[in-house]
């Protein structure tokens, strides 16, 4: 596609459920980062993708966070059992590959609310 | 912990002038440097990079990199109402993480 697209766009969620969180990389993008930034805070680092590999999960900040890439393509992050601190919008980003020059590109975001 | 330190403003700068952010970073391996910008409620979105000492320039904007000081800066000329926005300082750790800073808000008075 022309861009990296995330979705849903906006997600609530009750405390307790399960949410799934889409991101759909730039066509050809072999590297794909996952952000997360709450309100008037910074990016925080969650977990990072080389094809469907994950090297570096060292963001996620509880076992309740996972993500998983298929098809070295779509990217799940998925959220047990929610709370409320993990309201926050969540960034994907994409890059054509790791290395000196890369350059990340990011998506629209998905803005969760846990209630 | 790999620390990007900016000021986090607001920059407030007429209409005309020259707006300057700047970020320093702690991890002196980093190779790779960037500048996002994100309007309010929006996602960031890329408008530099550079990779070597020295000024790099692109229309109205310059981004300068000094590895020795571990200090990267954005200058942005003729600055107007539309550049009001955060800007994000980004280093890129060992080729495959970057770390952003928490960004200076910048005003633009007309």
Known sequence: GAGVSQSPSNKVTEKGKDVELRCDPISGHTALYW?????????EFLIYFQGN???????????????????????TLTIQRTQQEDSAVYLCASSPQTGFNTEAFFGQGTRLTVV | QKEVEQNSGPLSVP????????????????????????????????IMSIYSNGDKEDGRFTAQLNKASQYVSL????????????????VLYNFNKFYFGSGTKLNVKP
């Open chain 1, 35 to 43: 952000y997360r930034q709450s309100l008037g805070q910074g990016l």
């Open chain 1, 53 to 75: 590999s994950a090297p570096d999960k060292s963001g996620l900040p509880s076992d309740r966070f996972s993500a998983e890439r298929t098809g070295g393509s779509v990217s």
């Open chain 2, 15 to 46: 209409e005309g002038a020259i707006a300057s952010l700047n970020c320093t970073y702690s991890d002196r391996v980093s190779q790779s440097f960037f500048w996002y910008r994100q309007y309010s409620g929006k996602s960031p979105e890329l």
């Open chain 2, 75 to 90: 200058l942005i000329r003729d600055s107007q109402p539309s550049d009001s926005a955060t800007y994000l300082c980004a």
